[in-house]
Structures are given as C-alpha cells and as structure tokens.
C-alpha cells in the first residue's frame, strides 16, 4: 500500500501581484502561485523556515478598485530560484479566514491559467 500525500491545487496566476510585508510597508516579491492552504512567493529577500510574517495583497477587483487582502504566512521552505539572486519560498496561511478565501478565490477565478 502506497502512502500519498493529500495535496492543495496550486494555481499559477497570469500577471505578477506584488506582496508586501505590513509591519515595514516594503515589498518582498512577487506572488508566483496560491492554494487554499498557501502561496509561493517569488523574492530577493530569503526568510528563515517557521518565519511568521504578515502580509498584504493587493488585488484589482472587477469595477477596478484596489481591494487589500492582509494575510498572515509562517515560511515554510525556501529554496535559491532559477534566476540569481532571488528566492522561492513556500508560504501557509497562518489565519485561513473567509475574508483570505474570498480573496484567493477570486484570484483563482479571475487570474489563473494552470493549476497542478
């Protein structure tokens, strides 16, 4: 019998949403792909694995107002990207509210174009 994870749909979204920590207001980087549990994120900033941080989203929603998704990640992996001098680095959701899935929601249904 063979043990198999129980894994989340990742999706990739088809434009760079800019992620920003909240406690210094600075962008990290890029959100590359999300699922309900958590997202990569695409930075030249390298966190520690167990990290807590807490972040901001910034989404343009259907009449194109500007609509901020606060969110709170512990960093679970980081490895070095393809690209010198930046990072990948896998995120959960520390706090996965209505309010957080309402806003990955609509950027899954709105943004993406591929999942796995």
Do not use: P
């Not at 958590?38 to 609509?67: R, Y």
């Amino acid at each position: 019998m063979t043990n198999k994870k129980n894994r989340t749909s990742r999706h990739f979204l088809d434009r760079l949403f800019s992620v920003y920590q909240i406690d210094t207001n600075q962008q990290i980087g890029y959100l590359q792909n999300i699922s309900a549990e958590g997202a990569l994120i695409v930075s030249e900033t390298n966190f520690k694995q167990d990290q807590k941080i807490h972040l901001k989203l910034n989404i343009e929603d259907q009449d194109e107002e500007i609509k901020n998704v606060d969110f709170e990640v512990i960093c679970k992996w980081t490895k070095e990207g393809s690209y010198k001098g930046l990072f990948e680095i896998g995120f959960k959701f520390i706090d996965n509210n209505s309010y957080l899935q309402e806003g990955i929601n609509y950027l899954i249904k709105r943004f993406s174009f591929a999942s796995y």
